[in-house]
């Protein structure tokens, strides 16, 4: 693996933990929201995943298909475009889903 691809993989991992770190005492999408450095924070994490996955190389995304890569960078795009139409409860969703999952996935791609 390339030292850049494992800068981004770092920096996926530790946007994913910061977003874990800031949600952690958080119950639901509507305390979520109504806490807007949590918020604002959260989703400048997600920007930041999005960003890493974009430079990761074709070798890592292409080896790693169960991962939606394209899903995330879509909702990447859609954070920093459509900011004002982010639906809290969708982000929440994403939080309590899939970040976990991302998590287990990035950090077997770094351990392999």
Known sequence: MSEKDRGNLAAILDSVNKIQAFTSAISNAENFYSDIR????????????????ARLSEEITKANPH????????FRNMIAHDYFGIDAEEVWQIIQ???P???TNIQQIIES
């Open 97 to 99: 889903q899939y970040v």
């Open 101 to 103: 999952l991302l998590k």
């Open 38 to 53: 949590t918020f604002d924070a959260t989703l400048m994490n997600f920007v930041i995943i999005g960003e890493s996955i």
């Open 67 to 74: 991962i939606e890569w394209q899903k995330i960078k879509g």
